[in-house]
């Protein structure tokens, strides 16, 4: 059975979604990270950075176990021993990379700043807290296009991958944003779309 060492923030649930979305079988240990004990045993088994979700497979591709940590890369390992959730052609699979890329590497790294100057700052940095909204806004505004075509999700029709990096931050990072989603219409849509999924919610229950 696979493990995810996980907390609930939208970061663990992409992790948990893309997992449940797959059919693996999997089990959830929560990690408190604001716990110094719990963190430096996470660095020392696990993540020596100390980030999570971190997927441990006790039986991997070459018959050992295998540590897997960021989402990304948990997702990519999903959809790749379950045959599920991934891309239909060497085509399909750049624009799945891209467009993880801009999820993760874009779009997060601007709603984390946000929260980080705005939230944890000793003293909230105006700036930097506009000046990330306003970024995490354009990269919204890709996706609010993207679905502006009709597509239930991210790629279309199916579900995949890619929706377990986005859903979250359009549920969770995106509520601390200044208006949320209040001009993103075709976002706010397939939010409540996607979270009406069975496994979706059943993902998101493991640690509630």
């Not at 591709?61 to 295998?66: K, L, T």
């Not at 709603?111 to 909204?133: I, M, N, R």
């Amino acid at each position: 059975m696979l493990e995810l060492y996980t907390t609930d923030t939208p970061n663990g649930w992409k992790a948990q979604i893309v997992l449940e979305e797959a059919g693996l079988d999997w089990t959830a240990h929560a990690v408190d990270l604001r716990n110094a004990a719990q963190v430096a045993d996470l660095k020392a088994r696990l993540n020596p950075i100390g980030k999570l979700p971190v997927l441990v497979d006790p039986v991997g591709p070459s018959g050992g176990p295998i540590i897997v940590p960021e989402t990304l890369a948990i997702a990519r390992y999903a959809s790749r021993i379950s045959g599920e959730l991934g891309a239909r052609d060497a085509a399909e699979e750049v624009w799945f990379d891209a467009t993880a890329s801009l999820i993760n590497t874009g779009l997060a790294m601007c709603t984390s700043a946000q929260f980080t100057l705005g939230v944890l700052a000793p003293q909230p940095q105006e700036w930097g807290v506009s000046t990330y909204a306003a970024k995490a806004y354009e990269h919204l505004a890709v996706f609010e296009t993207l679905m502006a075509d009709g597509r239930a999700f991210v790629a279309g029709d199916r579900v995949t991958w890619l929706d377990g990096l986005l859903w979250p931050h359009l549920s969770g990072s995106a509520e601390r944003l200044p208006k949320k989603l209040d001009q993103q219409p075709h976002l706010a849509a397939y939010r409540a779309r996607y979270g009406a999924r069975a496994p979706g919610q059943r993902a998101l229950a493991r640690l509630r």
